[in-house]
């Protein structure tokens, strides 16, 4: 089984695109087949991978409501062994279209269930709509970005608390892979009291990898790149293969 691992924190701009895109990009330079899933209306994960929103025949809207199959809607990337199921605006409707549904949690689940890649990234919305909600109901791992700043710890209780939920009714199976801070600044001491904070709320969730604030990545998206691609020597891009290394000891184990 696939190890399906939702990105998911909603506060907005935290990291998790980013950290899906780059995680993602070493996960496939370590050999495992990959599958970003782009669950989110804004698509940044399917322009951050040079995919021209504008242009896609099908997005994962269509796969949601069967409007197209999953094999013809996933894209190849510049990477080997990454793909994408790309998403769109489209995708602003689906919820709406979802919630008269029966099984309205359930149909992101379905559309994954025939996938078959060793490691399936869900990139979430900055909410816990029902979009988010179908992510924690298909996958089996979570793993939260969270932003090494002052109020980073605020809503990280809503947010355990929606996953504590889903744990117990929809998905009694999914487990917290890992925290992970984000966009850290080893200057200011702001960033090591937030580390220490989550460090007492997480304990050894929290990934030994930290990912530094770091202007290349912020940069590479407007490349159509990963950091692999962008500058593979960067500090950021060190971050994010020591955290795929930790990944794949958590998820592989
Ligand atoms: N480590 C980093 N260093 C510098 N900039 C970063 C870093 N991580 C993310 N950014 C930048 O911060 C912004 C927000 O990052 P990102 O889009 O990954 O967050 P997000 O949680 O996916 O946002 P949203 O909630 O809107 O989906 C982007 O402009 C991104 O390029
Ligand atoms: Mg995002």
């Known amino acids: ?16 695109t980013t950290t899906t895109l780059n995680l993602a990009a070493y996960l496939s330079r370590a050999g495992r087949s990959v599958l970003v899933v782009d669950a989110d209306p804004q698509a940044n994960a399917t322009s951050g991978l040079q995919i021209d929103k504008h242009s896609l025949d099908y997005t994962l809207y269509d ?6 199959k999953l094999e013809d809607t996933i894209k190849t ?12 605006a489209d995708l602003a409707a689906a919820e709406i279209d979802m919630v008269g ?9 379905r559309s ?12 979430c919305p900055p909410a816990l709509g029902l979009l988010t909600v179908n992510a924690l109901a298909a996958a089996n791992k979570i793993l939260i970005p969270v932003q090494a700043e002052y109020y980073a710890l605020e809503g990280l209780s809503q947010l355990l608390a929606s996953i504590q939920q889903v744990r117990e009714g929809l998905n009694p199976d999914i487990m917290l892979l890992g ?11 702001l960033s090591s009291q937030v580390k220490e ?17 770091n202007v290349r990545l912020a940069e590479a998206p407007s490349y159509g790149k990963t950091i692999l691609e962008h500058d593979k020597w960067s500090k950021g891009a060190r971050a994010y293969k020591h955290l795929a290394q930790e990944v794949i000891e958590r998820a592989e184990q």
């Open 101 to 109: 549904s029966e099984s309205r949690e359930l149909f992101l689940k």
């Open 179 to 189: 925290v992970v801070l984000t966009m850290y600044d080893s200057r200011t001491s």
């Open 197 to 213: 904070e989550l460090v007492k709320h997480f304990g050894d969730k929290i990934f030994n990898a930290v990912i530094p604030r």
């Open 63 to 68: 796969v949601l409501f069967k409007r197209s």
């Open 77 to 88: 990337t510049n990477l080997s062994g990454l793909n994408i199921l790309p998403s769109n």
């Open 112 to 123: 994954l269930a025939n996938a078959s890649f060793d490691y399936v990234l869900i990139d």
């Open 1 to 16: 089984m696939s190890h399906v691992i939702a990105v998911i924190n909603q506060k907005g701009g935290v990291g998790k």
